[in-house]
């Protein structure tokens, strides 16, 4: 078999196999927007916490983590297991989302903050800030998606057919059975991308270093610059990149969301332990999978072509290769349909529905939700053509991708006020995520960073003092929050939850 | 009281147990952030930050178990909206 009939039957398997588990999702797909958008809150702990983590770990890692370690070290390491340790926000601030959630009927971390703040410019404002930054994030997937299927298959898969197999499976995942398709197809693909990593690095290891014991061996003896205190990370690198992950499950709406569907608290805790589980393990493989590409492929003049590279060695057999690929495929696409789904509900019930007051019943919220899916996922196509063609766009989307999670984090203070702070208020929520956004945006379109600290480190200080700030010279919804705060304090014993 | 300080854990019957560990984890992260950076310059093999580091996350998962485990699905229904 050639490469070019290998590569399309690997991708058609994978897409087959993912339809059939869709179209199985749907038997059990009811009416209404929680229906379609959080599963009417009823996934079992299993499926919450693999959709939970093929939602989180896109490209990025077998892609960009491998990258980061091949070039930096150990540090990337730290940096990724800080994002893991960071869950810790799950366990405090999940129970109150997933309780809220319930009692207020949220569907959206946005209509949390509208609600709770009394305003519903915060909706508006938290929506459109998830716009500027996940857009070019999930482009820039769409991206990585077609570099690294041309590059594998040697242009068997075009980089333009790679990236619109990529948007429309995306789309038709999302829209055939809501979240329930998305958690289905979510699960298959975080085993897919779990065990091709894993199967690959042991192959990777024997065949080309004898054994654990000889890799680790070599890294000891090869590479011992890159294991000795952080690597060759700067502090100041290592604060930038962890600190915007550290927060990534409080700050990423597609993730929130999830808060809001396990069944039961049983659920919950399984979803929790699953994907702390799935994390440690998809993350160490990662980081070992790019250290291993320092000591096989050492000097390639990009970082992120150590993926490539060392799939492209001949110890690595074509049909392990395209392994991997639909592995990666998987990380990619599990990432994007998620964003698309939330987004869209997003769109439709923080923006049109609640935010511009229109007068939509429930089943046009659902229709105009359903519309939305592929008229972003078109958005999201367009971008990343653009970008792979032209290096005018190309400039713009790299900043803005990187500032993706940075400018995000800036909604955190409002998030952990609506659930801790009586006092704080409308307008701080408000300001500190406008100031904070138009800074992140500034300092990394200008590529300024004062004192040598990144674009995520400032916009998070400076919106939390304009948080604080703003907040404590401004009126509080002292209703509304008492209300949503006293319902939670008196349930969350109840659960023993902390 | 001041106005800043009027947190909602004031009322909250599993107050002392939030702060334990809210303070476990801000001390597990300051080591995360410091000891690779301090303490392991000199430690050029696996031996070093990379064991650190998987060590360090085994004992902050660890934690969160121990908290979750404790949660309980008490009248869950009655909630659910």
Not at chain 1, 322 to 331: F, N, P
Not at chain 2, 51 to 72: E, P, Y
Request: hydrophobic fraction near 60%; include cysteine.
């Amino acid at each position: 078999m050639n490469d070019t009939v290998m590569s399309w039957t690997a991708l058609l398997i994978y897409v087959v196999i993912g339809i059939v588990v869709a179209v199985f999702a749907r038997k059990r797909l009811g009416g209404g927007m929680n229906e379609f958008f959080l599963a009417n809150r009823q996934l079992g702990g299993f499926i919450a916490a693999l959709t939970y983590a093929a939602t989180t770990y896109s490209a990025f890692m077998m892609v960009g983590l491998a990258g980061l370690t091949y070039k930096l070290g150990v540090g990337a390491l730290g940096f990724e297991l800080t994002y893991l340790g960071g869950l810790v926000l799950v366990v405090f601030f999940g129970p109150r989302f997933w309780l809220a959630g319930r009692k207020f009927d949220y569907l959206t971390h946005a209509q949390l903050l509208a609600d709770r703040y009394d305003n519903r410019a915060v909706g508006i404002i938290a929506t459109i800030l998830c716009l500027i930054f996940l857009i070019p994030y999930a482009a820039i997937q769409l991206m990585g998606i077609g570099y690294l299927l041309a590059g594998i298959t040697n242009g068997a898969i075009p980089l333009v057919i790679a990236m619109a197999v990529a948007t429309l499976l995306a789309v038709v995942w999302s829209n055939i059975a809501g979240l329930r398709s998305v958690a289905w197809t979510d699960a298959l693909q975080a085993v897919i991308m779990l065990v091709t990593s894993i199967v690959t690095l042991c192959f990777v290891v024997y065949k080309g270093f004898g054994g654990f014991g000889g890799f680790f061996n070599r890294m000891n003896q090869d590479i011992p610059q890159l294991l000795a205190g952080p690597g060759l990370f700067q502090f100041q690198v290592f604060l930038g990149l962890s600190l915007p992950w550290m927060f990534f499950s409080l700050s990423n709406p597609q993730v929130t969301q999830r808060l809001f569907v396990p069944k039961s608290v049983a659920a919950f805790k399984q979803m929790i332990a699953g994907f702390l589980i799935f994390g440690l393990i998809y993350t160490v493989v990662s980081v070992l999978w790019g250290f291993s590409a320092r000591l096989l492929v050492p000097g390639l003049s990009s970082p992120d072509l150590a993926t490539p590279s060392l799939l492209g060695l001949p110890l690595i057999p074509r049909l392990v290769a395209l392994i991997v690929m639909v592995g990666i495929l998987s990380a990619a696409i599990s990432t994007i349909d998620s964003i698309l789904l939330t987004l869209a509900s997003m769109c439709t019930r923080d923006l049109l529905k609640n935010g511009f007051k229109t007068d939509l019943s429930e089943q046009s919220e659902l229709a105009v939700g359903k519309y939305v899916i592929p008229v972003l996922a078109a958005i999201f196509f367009v971008f990343a053509y653009w970008a792979h063609g032209r290096k005018g766009l190309a400039f713009m989307i790299a900043p803005l991708s990187a500032a993706a999670s940075a400018g995000l984090l800036v909604a955190v203070p409002a998030i952990v006020g609506a659930f801790f702070w009586r006092r704080a208020t409308a307008a701080g929520a408000l300001s500190s995520m406008i100031v904070g956004a138009v800074l992140v945006l500034f300092l990394q379109f200008s590529d300024y960073k004062p004192l040598g600290l990144w674009p995520g480190v400032w916009g998070f200080l400076v919106c939390l003092i304009v948080f604080i700030g703003v907040s404590l010279v401004t009126r509080a919804p002292e209703k509304k929050a008492q209300v949503f705060l006293d319902y939670l304090a008196e349930t969350l014993s109840r659960h023993r939850f902390l | 009281m001041t106005q800043i300080g009027q947190l909602n854990l004031s009322a909250h019957p599993m107050k002392k147990s939030f702060w334990r560990w809210a303070g476990w984890f801000l001390f597990l992260f300051v080591l995360d952030f410091t000891l690779p950076f301090v303490f392991l310059n000199k430690i050029q093999t696996v031996l070093g930050s990379f064991l650190f580091w998987l060590v360090w996350i085994v004992v902050a998962i660890i934690s969160m178990f121990v908290i979750f485990l404790q949660w309980q699905d008490t009248e869950t229904r009655k909630d659910a909206h």
